[in-house]
């Protein structure tokens, strides 16, 4: 079973900020929280990482709360191009088999 | 442009027979994975393989057989033990060292049954 919980869908107004919530409650001190999306039909892509710190790329924002037991993975300025579902994941190591949940469905609206 | 290939990017399978699904990196990487996913669901590990002629079976291995005689190649093999083999197959591959790299993946392999 997936170690992260998300919700199934949002909507995000082209242009605005879309925030995605994920929760790790049970997240032990040395995995990383890491974001995929993956568009239809083609593999997921990697957006972003982050330990303990927020965490900041050209594609994304990465805010982990204190306790770690929750992140937000923002999109400054949405596009339609962003519209995909958006995985939350732990990982210790890079050669850690990945678990994906079901992940975020994220629709972008004109 | 490094990156990872799968081949073909869809694949019909006639009930009792094997099919070979092919996955390509050029990226130097060491640890290459075999994923399914099934429509609106996440993704599940088949089998992974660390460094070449090493592998291990991941969540949903049965039905399925793999080999790692190169590093570039990792091939999936759905045999007809796979009595379900209808989905979406994904190819990644990482480097295998202490630390975060993130795992690259293929475009896919959709299987369907005839």
């Known amino acids: 079973d997936a170690k992260t919980t998300q919700p199934t869908s949002m909507d995000c107004a082209e242009g605005r900020a879309a925030n995605l919530p994920c929760n790790h409650s049970t997240i032990s001190g040395n995995e990383y929280v890491y974001w995929y999306r993956q568009i239809h039909s083609q593999g997921p892509q990697y957006i972003i990482h982050?330990?303990?710190n927020n965490e900041t790329n050209e594609m994304a924002s990465l805010i982990i709360t204190e306790d770690r037991k929750s992140s937000t993975l923002i999109l400054p300025h949405a596009t339609l191009r962003d519209t995909a579902v958006y995985y939350c994941i732990l990982m210790k190591t890079s050669y850690d088999k990945v678990i994906f949940g079901p992940g975020t469905s994220l629709s972008v609206i004109p | 442009d490094g990156g990872i290939t799968q081949s073909p990017k869809y694949l019909f399978r006639k009930e009792g027979q094997n099919v070979t699904l092919s996955c390509e990196q050029n990226?130097?990487?060491?640890?290459m994975y075999w994923y399914r996913q099934d429509p609106g669901q996440g993704l599940r590990l088949i089998y992974y393989?660390?460094?070449?002629?090493?592998?291990q079976k991941g969540d949903i291995a049965e039905g399925y057989s793999v080999s790692r005689e190169k590093k570039e190649s990792f091939p999936l093999t759905v045999t007809s033990a796979q009595k379900n083999p209808t989905a979406f197959y994904l190819c990644a591959s990482s480097m295998f060292f202490e630390g975060y790299q993130p795992q690259h993946f293929g475009d896919g392999t959709r299987l369907s049954i005839l």
């Open positions: 990226l130097n990487h060491d640890a």
């Open positions: 982050g330990l303990k």
């Open positions: 393989s660390q460094i070449v002629n090493d592998f």
